[in-house]
């Protein structure tokens, strides 16, 4: 048995303990242990921690104690671990915790597992308890929780949802200066495995933006800072409409948050006049999609006037009026139009083959309503293509309008446009709590365990959200000083990509004589360049010594 250096494609160097041995008359040799790179001294660091605790042993005996059948999660845990520090998301649990003295159980060790789970493994809370639980790193988590105790975390996260999202609002505040001037807002829809309505007053049929109404669902509604950190969620019964969820929303910016002035941003959804007055009454300011095609037809005309536009380029042009006292400013871009274009030909193909394979007259052989203009339907013939409504609609590709009441002293109109831009955040949020963190399908009945599944996901999505915020940070820093030295960068990296690296970083339990170390495995690039990131110090090699009893 003998240390072997060996070097990556990038030529680092790294030590591996390595044993031989023969297999039908052959000398071979294998790697047991991975023991860290040659410039971080990592093995005199194993050497010094082995000398120090235990017994001196030759590299025989050590080998001999090493079990690799025994592994436990750690890589995600570490991460988690000081981002819930860091966050505020330990120090409000154990507030929680405090306020309940009959506590049985570890309320912060719980939740800090399932907020971890969500990265490792996101499933049912019944699937972490009998499959990831007792994989988790005894030195970071806990396993001694039972079943009822993780449902009961669930019920207490439900009552103290409010308390949580302001204490954590507040800590961030603080520590980071949120920028709560510009909310963003939108609206989606989460599923439930089920079709039951009578446990509860969320679950309800509605309409799906996952096209699933075989399943009840619910509206969430997400609040983000301008950088996509989430301040705050609230949930509505599945079949509420997107513009009646605006008057909750409003009051938690101004009394819960403490926010005095904010620009509210939101998708054309959300685009009535009864809506924007709220805002107003509340003395808000807002930056809203206009839904251009619902105005009268005299105003259409003056805002699809190309002739009336500033072009800033050939492929961009930019025009401001006013509709009633507000600012309403149109955008007319090369490649809005050409996907314009593109969405309607599309819409168009689909047409053509439905009039050639039906050869009966029915105003509802087409039962999209937004496909019903094209069409002109006879009782005596077949349906054709109305190219007058075709034409028309071309006329209107490529152009996008947005109306605020924030004024022009202190938004230019470039900068209103902007702003409503950032909510592809919102897009991205929705993308990465339904996708990557699993927040649906919801496997939760009651209202109570389904606010508190919600509340959970949102304090996971605050992490990740972070370090998303991180990584394109230190990006836009090494591409500021790339571009200096011409150097072309390599492809982005995402939070999740780092995540799923650092899942594969484990502890392993080394078992000597009485006593069990516990040895880190190797930490990919990805998991490294996170952990820098965020400006964490590496973990040692030699996580913990303790003796076995």
Wanted: charge should be neutral.
């Amino acid at each position: 048995m003998y240390i072997r250096i060996t070097k990556n494609q990038k030529g680092d160097a790294y030590y591996h303990l390595v044993e031989s041995y023969r297999e039908q008359g052959k000398v071979k040799q294998r790697t047991l242990l991975s023991l860290g790179k040659v410039e971080d001294g990592k093995l005199e660091q194993l050497a010094e921690a082995i000398s120090k605790h235990l017994d001196t042993m030759t590299a025989v005996e050590f080998a001999k104690h090493v079990d690799v059948s025994q592994t436990y999660l750690y890589g995600p845990l570490y991460l988690l671990q000081r981002m819930a520090e860091r966050l505020g998301i330990e120090k409000i649990l154990k507030q929680i915790a405090s306020q309940h003295e009959r506590l049985t159980f570890d309320f912060y060790n719980i939740v800090f597992s399932l907020i971890a789970s969500r990265f490792i493994r996101p499933m049912s809370k019944l699937g972490f308890y009998e499959h990831i639980l007792d994989r988790l790193y005894p030195g970071i988590v806990s396993s001694d929780m039972d079943l009822q105790h993780i449902y009961r975390s669930m019920d207490l996260l439900s009552e103290h949802k409010e308390e949580i999202e302001q204490s954590l609002f507040f800590h961030q505040k603080d520590l980071f200066s949120l920028n709560v001037d510009v909310v963003l807002y939108d609206l989606t829809t989460l599923r439930f495995e089920s079709t039951r309505v009578d446990q509860g007053e969320l679950p309800r049929f509605g309409y799906s933006k996952e096209m699933r109404s075989d399943c009840t669902q619910l509206v969430f509604g997400l609040l983000t800072d301008t950088d996509g950190i989430p301040l705050g969620f609230e949930a509505f019964p599945g079949n509420t409409f997107e513009g009646k969820t605006l008057d909750g929303i409003v009051d938690k910016l101004h009394k819960k948050f403490n926010v005095r002035r904010f620009i509210f941003v939101a998708d054309r959804g959300l685009f009535s006049p009864k809506n924007l007055d709220y805002i107003r009454d509340s003395d808000g300011e807002f930056i809203v999609g206009l839904k251009m095609a619902t105005l009268e037809e005299n105003i259409q005309d003056n805002l699809y006037d190309i002739s009336r536009f500033v072009f800033l380029s050939d492929e961009l042009a930019i025009m401001e009026t006013t509709l009633d006292d507000d600012r309403c400013i149109v955008t007319w871009s090369k490649s809005r139009a050409e996907r314009d274009r593109k969405t309607r030909e599309d819409i168009l193909d689909k047409i053509r083959q439905k009039i050639s394979s039906k050869k009966v007259s029915s105003k509802k052989f087409i039962s999209n309503t937004n496909y019903q203009k094209y069409v002109l339907v006879y009782d005596d013939k077949p349906p054709v293509l109305n190219q007058a409504a075709i034409e028309a609609q071309a006329r209107k590709d490529g152009f996008f309008g947005i109306i605020s009441n924030v004024s022009a002293r202190q938004m230019s109109a470039g900068e209103l446009v902007a702003n409503y831009k950032q909510l592809w955040k919102i897009e991205d949020a929705f993308g990465e709590i339904k996708g990557p963190l699993k927040a649906r399908p919801i496997f939760h009945w009651t209202d109570s365990r389904i606010i508190g599944h919600l509340t959970l996901c949102f304090m996971a999505y605050l992490c990740e959200a972070h370090l998303t915020k991180a990584l394109r940070e230190k990006e836009s820093m090494l591409k500021s000083k790339s571009i200096d030295k011409g150097i072309l960068l390599h492809r982005s990296l995402t939070a999740m990509q780092a995540l799923e690296d650092l899942n594969s970083v484990l502890a392993i339990p080394v078992k000597i004589k009485n006593q069990c170390v516990w040895v880190r495995t190797d930490i990919p690039p990805n998991a490294t360049e996170l952990l820098r990131a965020m400006s964490m110090k590496i973990p040692p090699k030699i996580l913990m010594q303790k003796s076995e009893m």
